[in-house]
């Protein structure tokens, strides 16, 4: 005799667990249930008002004047990135940052900086 695994003896009752609501579940239920439980991965995108921006633009100034190394978080693709480097110059027509940190040059776009601190 096969030993059923998913049966489970409760008192006199013989239950199944999960498996008998499975036929009921449709395939754009299960798609609709995958996509709600991987909007949970994603990180908010922070709203800067006026004010933050000014001071994300000083300190970035102040940063680049001093070449001293700065700790970016930055917004992209949902989740936030953390990046550490010396800033090396500020590309105000292209919006960019160009930062140098151990394994090279990096570019950052000044649109998805969200934050900036001075390590030194």
């Excluded at 489970?8 to 013989?14: A, C, D, L, R, S």
């Excluded at 800033?87 to 900036?116: C, F, K, W």
Aim: net charge neutral.
């Amino acid at each position: 005799m096969r030993v059923n695994k998913h049966l489970k003896q409760i008192g006199g009752i013989k239950d199944r667990g999960l498996i008998k609501w499975q036929g009921m579940m449709l395939t754009e239920h299960v798609d609709l249930i995958r996509a709600w439980y991987d909007e949970d991965k994603y990180d908010a995108k922070p709203e800067l008002d006026e004010y933050d921006l000014q001071l994300l633009q000083k300190e970035l100034i102040l940063a680049a004047q001093r070449k001293c190394q700065v700790k970016m978080e930055s917004w992209k693709d949902k989740k936030f990135h953390y990046h550490i480097g010396i800033i090396q110059e500020l590309n105000a027509h292209r919006n960019l940052i160009v930062y140098e940190d151990p394994a090279g040059m990096h570019r950052l776009s000044m649109n998805e900086l969200t934050a900036l601190q001075m390590i030194d």
